[in-house]
């Protein structure tokens, strides 16, 4: 038999029982605040048909061009696409169960996404999006309290190192003005232009603002700004949200480059950004895309989410030093096997039913070799199941953590008490 020893898939990372707190300390925090608004989980399938990113997404936009793992269903043939993103997929989900007829919608989310993009520190091929979408309000106020929620969440994390950057793409036919005028000044500047840039003047002039091209960073920081192409509802949107976000006490800059990777937008675009991360520091992105309901099939109404890299907030996390550690478990049962082993189990189950962590030791060992797993395991107290103690109808308990006060040093408990007393012991912890 061959011995070949496999890898995983390239840009595509297990996630190890060791960051398994990390992990769950970011959801649930984030996933508390989202609740405190109103936000509530939809969980869509990670595959859908290839039109609903394609459409939604944009045809010119990397994500559509390069990014997507795109198959024919052998079976049916339809075309099929692992999900780059949530948001086409969430509007693709509320038009089908026209869960706008009505009403308004908070949606939050949080699963893999797909993209095959060159695998980097903070760049991977599936990664993880906690989103949210907030479906049927027409904003700016709606715009400004994702941005204060989002502050909270960051501030609940503990991750102070981030700054926001605002931008507004304006409403369709200032976006075509500022388009037109956009093309007419790259035209005019053809030999300063990468090849990226010649493909997309045509097609997608503004994605030409976000190159990362050094030789090309004066000729699109002089290029004509969407903000002076803004009529005065527009205008007026941007400083309502922006006069909301500043009363919240929330600092941040106009980035006018800011133009985002995905077509649906309008009005409002935002990031937060780390300077911690190198060059994968953009952990969250949003905005409103009012014109992708409608684009998607459905009635138009309007629509504003964001969605944060869980890879990269976790990573930053660990920058921050903030890394939560949680024992496997609170108590371990040490016993001599046979009989003492099922009363270990009976025990460990009384202990169960009154919320308690609880790990029996699963197989023979000595008791030395059990107090090794005992202690490794994090837990609190270790009870002793043995021979002697139960023929007298007892446990012991041992502290092994500082801070396990209750029981000093070794204790003798009746073995009914055992689970009411060290529930007891482990809520005082608590407190
Ligand atoms: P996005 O900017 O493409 O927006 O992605 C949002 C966040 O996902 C990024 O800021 C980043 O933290 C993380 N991310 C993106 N690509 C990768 C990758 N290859 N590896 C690791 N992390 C990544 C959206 O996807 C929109 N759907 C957000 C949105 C929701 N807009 C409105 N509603």
């Known amino acids: 038999m061959s011995k070949e020893k496999f890898a995983g898939v390239k840009g595509m990372n297990d996630m190890l029982p060791a960051d398994a707190t990390i992990w769950?300390?970011?959801?649930?925090?984030?996933?508390?605040?989202?609740e405190r608004y109103g936000y509530q989980e939809?969980?869509?399938?990670i595959l859908e048909n290839t039109k609903v990113f394609t459409r939604g997404v944009g045809e010119v936009t990397?994500?559509?061009?390069?990014?997507?793992?795109?198959?024919?269903?052998?079976?049916?043939?339809?075309?099929?696409?692992?999900?780059?993103?949530?948001?086409?997929?969430v509007v693709r989900s509320v038009n089908e169960h026209n869960l706008l007829y009505g009403a308004t919608q908070r949606l939050w989310y949080m699963g893999p996404m797909f993209r095959?993009?060159?695998?980097?520190?903070?760049?991977?091929?599936?990664?993880?999006?906690?989103?949210?979408?907030?479906?049927?309000?027409?904003?700016?106020?709606?715009?400004?309290?994702?941005?204060?929620?989002?502050?909270?969440?960051?501030k609940e994390l503990g991750v102070g190192d981030v700054h926001l950057e605002l931008n507004t793409l304006g409403a369709l036919t200032e976006r075509q003005a500022h388009r037109e005028a956009l093309i007419r000044y790259f035209e005019g500047n053809q030999d300063i232009l990468d090849e990226d840039a010649k493909r997309r003047l045509y097609t997608n002039p503004l994605r030409i603002l976000d190159t990362k091209n050094p030789e090309m960073q004066d000729l699109v920081n002089a290029a004509p700004r969407l903000l002076d192409f803004l009529g005065d509802d527009s205008r007026q949107f941007l400083d309502r949200m922006e006069s909301i976000v500043s009363a919240a006490g929330i600092n941040y800059v106009i980035n006018p480059r800011l133009v985002r990777g995905l077509d649906y937008y309008n009005h409002t675009v935002f990031e937060w950004i780390t300077d911690k991360l190198g060059a994968q520091g953009t952990?969250?992105?949003?905005?409103?895309?009012?014109?992708?309901?409608?684009?998607?099939?459905?009635?138009?109404?309007?629509?504003v989410g964001f969605a944060m890299g869980m890879e990269r907030v976790i990573e930053l996390m660990r920058?921050?030093?903030?890394?939560?550690?949680?024992?496997?478990?609170?108590?371990?049962?040490?016993?001599?096997?046979?009989?003492?082993?099922?009363?270990?189990?009976?025990l460990a189950e009384a202990m169960r039913d009154l919320g308690v962590r609880v790990m029996v030791h699963p197989n023979k060992g000595s008791i030395k070799s059990q107090m090794k797993k005992a202690d490794a395991s994090g837990a609190c107290f270790a009870v002793f199941a043995t021979e002697d103690e139960l023929a007298s109808g007892t446990v012991s308990v041992k502290a092994l953590r500082e801070g396990a006060t209750v029981y000093a040093e070794q204790t003798t408990v009746a073995?009914?008490?055992a689970a009411d007393a060290i529930a007891k012991a482990l809520s005082f912890r608590a407190e």
Not at 42 to 45: E, F, K, L, N
Not at 283 to 288: D, F, L, N, Y
Request: hydrophobic share 35%; proline share 6%; aromatic share 6%.
């Open 283 to 303: 952990i969250c992105g949003g905005g409103r895309y009012d014109p992708l309901i409608e684009m998607l099939g459905g009635r138009p109404a309007p629509g």
């Open 42 to 45: 939809i969980r869509t399938p």
């Open 116 to 154: 095959h993009e060159r695998p980097q520190r903070g760049r991977y091929r599936q990664f993880h999006q906690l989103g949210a979408e907030a479906l049927g309000m027409e904003g700016p106020e709606i715009d400004a309290e994702m941005i204060i929620m989002l502050a909270r969440i960051w």
């Open 24 to 34: 769950q300390t970011v959801q649930q925090t984030a996933v508390g605040v989202l």
């Open 415 to 417: 073995l009914d008490q």
């Open 319 to 346: 920058e921050c030093g903030n890394v939560p550690q949680k024992a496997q478990t609170d108590v371990y049962v040490l016993h001599h096997g046979g009989e003492t082993q099922v009363k270990a189990m009976l």
């Open 62 to 89: 990397d994500i559509v061009e390069k990014e997507m793992y795109s198959f024919t269903d052998s079976m049916n043939g339809d075309q099929l696409t692992l999900r780059p993103e949530c948001t086409s997929a």
